[in-house]
């Protein structure tokens, strides 16, 4: 979407729109293939709770779009706009980096209610025997139509009114509807929609999903199987899932592979069975009676992170694949992360949002987040910001609004000391069972332990459990990367910029330089941050960013075409970018910490 403010019409009105897509039948009320026969002035509204032929309501691609403006003098003609919309409040989502998925974030919108007069949301308005303005008002109306709302798709734009209008000039966010409240009553209407990272919230989607079915055959601890039946009228709810070459089943505490399915009658036979864990894994055989659980399991196999953040949005948070970029998420990893990728056994059903918070953790990811405008789910890792990689500069002079920057120590992410478990040995016992791990080293930056720094150990504790056959150099380059970006503490910031701004998102790079940050000398310092919360709701955009040390300390190998380019010499961009040969201090010339090869 394009946003037309950098030349904003002298005396243009700002206008905010929210837009909810709501279920609408294709087919015309009495005309086939629609059979209700009702007289004029009874059809449906085509929405589902009005539907009189129930077995012919088809609303695939099709919405009864409502679009609720804020009042403007100047109310576009044609545009579909009713101006019940007085306030829009927002609480963007933010993240914190390395911690897993960010918080998801909302916008209310407050509404007024009113009579009405069906136009554009009741087709046979002009059959109807009364008018809808002496029928109630709005809201009460729209809520008795669409009671199922929720989930719906929600919009919201910003911008300002030109001629022509066209709401293609705003920026628009996308949300999903969560809630309506007050409708019917004297303070209006409130809607408040969230950001489609709700969707993977622990209390609504887990993955693998909980198995219906049960053992159709006893087994004793030392019985061998080639196949298992299992009782289930969801015959399809042991097939293999896409990512999975072999599977598993768990049956209280042991797990058994198999490698097929096929339908029998009253539910399933699982074929190619193995009794045993997949290797690195180990569980104990046991003794199982007719009728007892059979769980699928997830098998995620030598995978790579974004990939299976892609697939536990999509299977298990019904999250569009539309939404979910894997394939640049991909790209993005291998560029800066190499091959590195992940194993793990899940046996019981998990939260979604737990799972992918721990896939970010213990891959060096920096975040994961909802992008409004761009209608998708963004992914980042640890890195420095790529070459030619546009980074805006913010400064006290020119784009911050004055009095609105604010600079703090962020000192409750500091860590200096990781303890990584790895190697889970049986995957059905408890995560945090350190006894059930083979390794747990232990990575620790001395100079931020030493009583000249912090003086105490920061510690954080991982139970790698997406590491069950990682090599240990791997587990020490997350651990030591984790490290270089907790074991100083970081500047956080929160500033506003005018609103011409507010193409800066969440995940960007910004150079800041402000009279609050200088150098050894007293002379100002630019510091590279990185955004981790944007909210736009607001008559100025309000950013909150924290410091990047990746950016600081580590760079790239300079090409050839640069052969000889000292640190004296090099540009600002240039230091920033590449490595440059400190002295045996590991200072370089004008006492800048040197960098590390990324």
């Given at each position: 979407m394009s946003y037309n403010t950098d030349k904003v019409t002298p005396g243009a009105q700002r206008i905010d729109v929210m837009q909810v897509d709501l279920g609408k039948c294709l087919h015309t009320y009495g005309s086939a293939p629609c059979a209700a026969t009702g007289a004029a002035g009874s059809e449906c509204v085509n929405s589902w709770e009005s539907c009189q032929d129930?077995?012919?309501?088809?609303?695939?691609?099709?919405?009864?779009?409502?679009?609720?403006?804020?009042?403007?003098?100047?109310?576009?003609?044609?545009?579909?706009?009713?101006?019940?919309?007085?306030?829009?409040?927002?609480?963007?989502?933010?993240?914190?980096?390395?911690?897993?998925?960010?918080k998801v974030g909302s916008v209310t919108f407050k509404c007024i209610d009113a009579p009405h007069d069906d136009v554009g949301i009741d087709p046979y308005v002009s059959t109807r025997p009364t008018s809808a303005l002496t029928r109630g008002t709005f809201w009460p109306r729209l809520r008795a139509r669409w009671p199922h709302y929720q989930g719906r798709n929600a919009r919201y734009y910003t911008g300002y009114v030109h001629a022509p209008f066209s709401l293609s000039n705003l920026r628009c966010r996308h949300y999903v509807v969560e809630n309506l409240s007050g409708f019917g009553g004297k303070e209006g209407v409130t809607i408040k929609a969230k950001d489609p990272l709700q969707l993977a919230d622990d209390k609504r989607s887990q993955f693998p999903k909980k198995s219906t079915g049960t053992l159709l055959t006893a087994m004793t601890d030392v019985s061998s199987h080639s196949t298992l039946d299992i009782?289930?009228?969801?015959?399809?709810?042991?097939?293999?899932?896409?990512?999975?070459?072999?599977?598993?089943?768990?049956?209280?505490?042991?797990?058994?592979?198999?490698?097929?399915?096929?339908?029998?009658?009253?539910?399933?036979?699982?074929?190619?069975?193995t009794r045993?864990?997949?290797?690195?894994?180990?569980?104990?055989?046991?003794?199982?009676?007719?009728?007892?659980?059979?769980?699928?399991?997830?098998?995620?196999?030598?995978?790579?992170?974004?990939?299976?953040?892609?697939?536990?949005?999509?299977?298990?948070?019904?999250?569009?694949?539309?939404?979910?970029?894997?394939?640049?998420?991909?790209?993005?990893?291998?560029?800066?992360?190499?091959?590195?990728?992940?194993?793990?056994?899940?046996?019981?059903?998990?939260?979604?949002?737990?799972?992918?918070?721990?896939v970010i953790q213990q891959s060096n990811s920096w975040g994961m987040w909802w992008q409004e405008v761009d209608q998708e789910f963004g992914y980042e890792v640890y890195r420095p910001a790529a070459l030619g990689e546009s980074v805006p500069v913010i400064d006290d002079d020119g784009s911050i609004v004055k009095g609105s920057l604010k600079l703090a120590d962020d000192t409750d992410n500091l860590i200096n000391d990781c303890v990584f478990y790895n190697g889970q040995i049986d995957p059905t016992k408890d995560d945090d069972d350190e006894a059930n791990y083979l390794y747990a080293p232990n990575v620790i930056d001395a100079a931020s332990v030493d009583s000249k720094e912090v003086g105490a150990y920061r510690t954080r504790k991982i139970y790698g459990t997406w590491h069950a056959?990682?090599?240990?150099?791997?587990?020490?380059?997350?651990?030591?990367?984790?490290i270089t970006a907790r074991a100083s503490v970081p500047f956080v910031v929160t500033l506003e910029l005018n609103r011409k701004d507010d193409d800066i998102s969440t995940g960007d790079f910004i150079d800041l330089t402000t009279a609050g940050v200088r150098n050894l000398h007293g002379e100002t310092k630019t510091?590279?941050?990185?955004?981790?919360?944007?909210?736009?709701?607001?008559?100025?955009?309000?950013?909150?960013?924290?410091?990047?040390?990746?950016?600081?300390?580590?760079?790239?190998?300079?090409?050839?075409?640069?052969?000889g380019l000292t640190w004296a010499d090099a540009t600002d961009e240039q230091r920033l970018t590449y490595v440059f040969i400190a002295n045996n201090a590991g200072y370089y010339s004008d006492g800048t910490p040197g960098k590390r090869i990324f």
């Open positions: 129930a077995a012919n309501y088809d609303e695939t691609d099709n919405y009864q779009t409502v679009s609720i403006c804020t009042p403007v003098s100047a109310l576009p003609v044609g545009a579909g706009l009713i101006p019940f919309l007085k306030l829009v409040e927002c609480d963007p989502g933010d993240i914190t980096p390395e911690d897993g998925v960010g009782s289930t009228s969801n015959t399809t709810e042991y097939d293999l899932y896409p990512f999975e070459a072999i599977s598993c089943v768990a049956m209280k505490d042991e797990v058994v592979q198999y490698t097929g399915t096929t339908i029998i009658t009253g539910g399933v036979r699982l074929t190619g069975v045993s864990a997949p290797s690195p894994y180990v569980t104990t055989a046991q003794a199982h009676d007719i009728g007892d659980d059979v769980q699928k399991c997830a098998w995620w196999d030598d995978m790579s992170p974004p990939t299976i953040l892609g697939y536990l949005l999509e299977l298990g948070a019904a999250v569009p694949s539309a939404w979910i970029p894997v394939s640049t998420w991909e790209t993005l990893y291998t560029t800066w992360l190499g091959s590195q990728t992940m194993t793990r056994l899940v046996v019981r059903p998990l939260g979604v949002s737990k799972q992918c918070g721990e056959a990682t090599p240990a150099a791997t587990i020490r380059r997350i651990s030591e990367r984790l510091i590279r941050m990185r955004v981790v919360k944007a909210d736009y709701s607001g008559t100025n955009v309000k950013y909150t960013a924290r410091q990047d040390f990746i950016s600081d300390r580590f760079g790239l190998i300079a090409p050839d075409s640069l052969s």
